[in-house]
């Protein structure tokens, strides 16, 4: 009995050694863990700071007076949106110019001609541009993709959607306090207008819009958006 109660208490000790060298080993894992993790938050927070910092250097003044993120994000979206304006804008005055001279060299060589027809088919091809998968065209060569199927409409509305917000372009004929009803049918539709940009070019206008998808809309989708769009402007 004493031997075997010897033996015994040996083994035990033996155990309580091993678990302890268990636990420390387990402690060392979770704080090299935890080291890593501060160091992989702290190199995300450094990187982040220098985008926005090379963000808000691109930028005029007016529009980060401030230097949280917040601001300068919010700046950034609103210097895009005008450069958006700009290029549109820059893009119709620069085809117009182009059909003026067309226009006025036909008139010295009378092989030329040109009809109203064709200028508006250039005029949608000028804005055309600026659409990519429309869900709605005016084209008589419908645009097609894998993820869209394009309806043809005497309008063109392409919508995105990212995270409850939504993009809508729409190129139309100009019609009588067109933009007033568009603004007040999406506000009653659920879709607060955050920004929006429009540039005309006679007798078509491109509205360029940013919504806030309002809790309790019932458009969920691109498809709903843009089927809704239509509806508005026919």
Not at 26 to 37: L, Y
Not at 69 to 93: D, F, M, P, R, T
Request: net charge positive; with cysteine.
């Amino acid at each position: 009995p004493p031997a075997a109660m010897v033996g015994s208490g040996g083994g035990g000790g033996g155990g309580r050694r091993k678990r302890r060298r268990r636990i420390s080993k387990n402690k060392e894992q979770v704080e090299q863990q935890r080291m890593t993790h501060i160091a992989v938050e702290r190199n995300r927070r450094k990187q982040m700071n220098d985008y926005l910092a090379v963000i808000r250097s691109l930028m005029p003044p007016s529009y980060s007076q401030r230097g949280d993120q917040a601001s300068i994000v919010g700046g950034a979206i609103n210097y895009v949106k005008e450069l958006e304006q700009l290029l549109q804008s820059l893009e119709a005055h620069k085809r117009s110019k182009q059909d003026l001279d067309s226009i006025s060299s036909s008139h010295g060589n009378p092989t030329r001609t040109s009809s109203t027809t064709n200028r508006d088919d250039e005029q949608l091809r000028i804005f055309g541009d600026f659409f990519n998968f429309p869900q709605y065209s005016s084209w008589n060569q419908a645009i097609s993709s894998s993820n869209c199927n394009n309806i043809v409409s005497s309008n063109d509305i392409e919508v995105t959607m990212v995270d409850g917000h939504a993009s809508v372009k729409i190129l139309a004929e100009k019609q009588n306090k067109q933009l007033l009803k568009l603004v007040a049918a999406f506000q009653g539709l659920g879709l607060s207008v955050l920004h929006l940009n429009l540039t005309t070019l006679h007798p078509f206008v491109l509205y360029s819009f940013n919504l806030k998808v309002e809790e309790g809309c019932l458009l969920n989708s691109v498809d709903d958006v843009a089927a809704a769009t239509n509806y508005l402007l026919a």
